[in-house]
Nanobody
Framework: QVQLVESGGGLVQPGGSLRLSCAASGSIFSMNIMGWYRQAPGKQRELVARINRLGSTTYSDSVKGRFTISRDNAKNTVYLQMNSLKPEDTAVYYC?????????WGQGTQVTVST
């Protein structure tokens, strides 16, 4: 079994920054994809960004140029640096990881962008 533990969420003013972290532990073989999804109230969960083991990244159009995803393979940890945050970025952010044994989700961390 694999566990994903997120940290770094919170309340921030518009234009501010936050950094999310997600550490994987347990029966890890080789995490192929790691990434972040988010779900706002009343909306479907959507991809924010993902990164493969070689460092290739994908971003949703809504966060391109503002968010940066990175990972530390030695620590099985993925990060999401979020800059120029907007109220519409408010959501629960979920860490996601994929390896040969299956797909895994974290418990979620709340990000609220508000004055």
């Amino acid at each position: 079994q694999v566990q994903l533990v997120e940290s770094g969420g919170g309340l921030v003013q518009p234009g501010g920054s936050l950094r999310l972290s997600c550490a994987a532990s347990g029966s890890i073989f080789s995490m192929n994809i790691m990434g972040w999804y988010r779900q706002a109230p009343g909306k479907q969960r959507e991809l924010v960004a993902r990164i493969n083991r070689l460092g290739s990244t994908t971003y949703s159009d809504s966060v391109k140029g503002r968010f940066t995803i990175s990972r530390d393979n030695a620590k099985n940890t993925v990060y999401l640096q979020m800059n120029s945050l907007k109220p519409e970025d408010t959501a629960v952010y979920y860490c996601y990881a994929e390896q040969i044994t299956g797909n895994y989700w974290g418990q979620g961390t709340q990000v609220t962008v508000s004055t």
